[in-house]
């Protein structure tokens, strides 16, 4: 076993604070890295204070995680010391299910999450990114590509992947109409993606006070949702909506804006149901879906296509002695446009 340096939270009304726990003994299969970054991630909000009520205490979180591999396995073969790599939101899952499919592997039983998991045959649960370093299963280690910035590639570990996922799911391109619902550490990632991909992309943000910058990352359009003008203007305007806002919205005004038989596509959760009206849906044959981060498989493909076309993160740098006036910046949208901890400053 390896002592690992980190942050951890022990209570959902406690700061994080050092902490020092044991890596488990690398085996054959298994790649030890050297964490260099970490992206902030809401999720790691949610968990550290126990707001979705299924922390175990203490907690390491981070999953969105960068850095160079320090030693591989006997039986490794994909990865040598000094890689550069990266470990998303999991870090096993289910191999030997019925139900094994590798490319919805993170919608399958036995999926271990890269930190607050207690995976079968372990005693303690899994501890994340917020530390020095990690031990994983080559299966679950992602080469990030020699032009991204380790820093900046971060965030694409978590929300490149929840964008990236959907986009291609509903197979956008060249002649889409795709709107980004919310334009913060997960909208800016769709901008940039769709925009890649080809689709014509409109953002559609609380107000436009970051209409430059949704500009300047690939959005051809940019309209305010305190307007109502702007629902009047876009009725039936979309082939995709995408809404990664957490906020608790009216989503029938939004689906007013779809094509018939388009697709509005959750990855922001409310915490409190929301009601559709069954017309909104049914009158044009359109659909309301949610979508998840990605398999491994994808995520990989998604990494290479950031590489082929050298798409990031907007970043801010933090240390990791700052992270309870990071957290507090998410919550209030203060970033441009995801908050990424420099590991160096865990001394």
Known sequence: MTQAKAYAARGADQALAPFTFERRTPGDEDVVIDIKYCGICHSDIHTARNEWSNTVYPVVPGHEITGIVRSVGAKVSRFKEGDRVGVGCFVDSCVGCATRDLDREHYMPGLV?????????????????????????????????????????????????????????????????????????????????????????????????????????????????????????????????????????????????LKPEATFVLVGAPEKPVPVSAFAIIMGRRGLAGSMIGSIKETQEMLDFCGTHGIVSEIELTSIQKLESAYERVIKSDVRYRFVIDMASLG
């Open 113 to 257: 999450q890269t930190y607050n998991t207690v995976a079968p045959g372990a005693d303690l649960p899994t501890y994340g990114g917020y530390s020095d370093h990690i031990v994983v299963k080559e299966g679950y280690v992602l080469s990030i590509p020699d032009n991204l910035a380790l820093d900046a590639a971060a965030p694409l570990l978590c929300a490149g992947i929840t964008l990236y996922s959907p986009l291609k799911h509903w197979k956008v391109g060249p002649g889409t109409k795709v709107a980004i619902l919310g334009m913060g550490g997960l909208g800016h990632m769709g901008v940039k993606l769709a925009a890649a991909m080809g689709a014509e992309v409109t953002v559609l943000s609380q107000t436009l006070s970051k209409k430059a910058d949704g500009l300047k990352m690939g959005a051809s359009h940019y309209y305010a949702t305190n307007d109502p003008a702007t629902f009047e203007a876009l009725q039936g305007a979309f082939d995709l909506i995408i809404c990664t806002v957490s906020a608790e919205i009216d989503w029938n005004l939004y689906l007013a804006l």
